[in-house]
């Protein structure tokens, strides 16, 4: 059984800054790219950043410059660094990691994050 752990959300006022993580616990974890979404109630879910075994990393346009993703591939976890916080990035923040042989994918419970005006 592998899950994934979210942590670091909270509220924070707009120009700040968070750090969420994300960690895989479990046994026989094998796993590729991961990735951080987000969803708000009134939007579809929307990828925010992903970031693959070697590291190469893709961001959403609304978070380029402001948001920074990284791993720890020896600590089986993954990091989203947001700086320059706005009220539209107020969400709640999921990570996933691809199993490897493309046999889908392990979702986090979800990290809300709020940013106020």
């Known amino acids: 059984q592998v899950q994934l752990v979210e942590s670091g959300g909270g509220l924070v006022q707009a120009g700040g800054s968070l750090r969420l993580s994300c960690a895989a616990r479990g046994s026989a974890i094998c796993i590729t790219t991961m990735n951080w979404y987000r969803q708000d109630p009134e939007k579809e879910r929307e990828l925010v950043a992903s970031?693959?075994?070697?590291?190469?990393?893709y961001y959403a346009d609304s978070v380029k410059g402001r948001f920074t993703i990284s791993r720890d591939n020896g600590m089986m976890t993954m990091y989203l660094q947001m700086n320059s916080l706005k009220p539209e990035d107020t969400a709640v923040y999921y990570c996933?990691?691809?199993?490897?042989?493309?046999?889908?994918?392990?979702w986090g419970q979800g990290t809300q994050v709020t940013v106020s005006s």
């Open positions: 970031i693959t075994s070697g590291g190469t990393a």
């Open positions: 996933s990691a691809a199993r490897c042989g493309s046999r889908g994918a392990y």
